[in-house]
């Protein structure tokens, strides 16, 4: 069993000096789809169980309607997939965009976000986390990247979720100061084959504060990994 952990194109560490030499370079939710189907031809080439936090649970919906033939499962953990597209954003002079752009890389901004993010704030709401949270800004593609990705007009995909036949996995904390809980009931009328976990005394990173929560939960629901985990324990420890 491997695990992947993917920077998808424009985010992440993949703001290259392209997007820096060529600013006006396209970037959608279809390119990042695209991105993500070529690593998993390349590296994984079996069906796979597709994690997506926040944001990234839109991307998994988006990649899975595309490509059920890649998916085991879909986990979501704090999932933005009922808003819809970027609104006037996407239609914002580019000039006016980049300074948008730019408020994401602020201080202030990034301090505000990381106390929403988490329960246990004194822990985790560090200076530290929003230094981190903010290197990959400093890439020199960085802002034309995101810039692109706006004006593509983001991510629409609540109107697939009940077009869903996987296996799906719902995540979220009971703290979470960013994802309400009146979104996570729609689950149960789009998803109805889905089962929801609600992780006590967590915020919206689950994967950050709680990561065993959500490896629990996974193995609970899927046995099949909980019972490849074990035998890979077994043979840890009889090799010992």
């Known amino acids: 069993m ?22 006006d370079l396209s970037l959608s939710p279809q390119q990042k789809s695209d991105h993500l189907y070529a690593f998993w031809k390349e590296k994984v080439k079996e069906p796979m169980l597709l994690l997506g936090t926040s944001l990234g649970s839109a991307i998994a919906v988006h990649f899975a309607r595309q490509h059920p033939e890649c998916i085991r499962a879909l986990v979501m953990s704090g999932p933005q997939v009922y808003v819809d597209g970027l609104g006037m954003m996407q239609n914002l002079p ?52 995101n810039i692109a990705f706006m004006r593509s007009g983001g991510y629409s995909v609540s109107k697939d979720i009940p077009q869903l036949g996987e296996q799906t996995i719902i995540f979220w904390g009971a703290d979470d100061e960013i994802l309400d809980k009146e979104s996570v009931k729609r689950f149960a009328v789009d998803l109805p ?16 504060e709680k990561p065993q929560e959500i490896v629990r939960g996974i193995l609970d629901c899927i046995p099949e990994l909980r019972n490849a985990s074990q035998s890979k324990q077994k043979l840890a420890q009889s090799m010992q």
């Open 94 to 145: 580019r000039f006016v965009a980049g300074l948008g752009v730019q408020v994401l890389r602020s201080v202030p901004l990034r301090s505000w976000a990381n106390q929403m993010a988490y329960y246990d704030k004194q822990t985790l709401a560090t200076e530290d986390a929003m230094r981190i949270g903010r290197l990959h800004t400093f890439l020199p593609g960085w802002k034309n990247a």
């Open 2 to 23: 491997h695990v992947f952990a993917v920077d998808l194109i424009g985010w992440g560490f993949t703001c290259s000096k392209q997007f820096n030499a060529q600013p």
């Open 193 to 208: 084959r889905s089962r929801l976990i609600i992780v006590e005394q967590c915020g919206h990173c689950i994967h950050l």
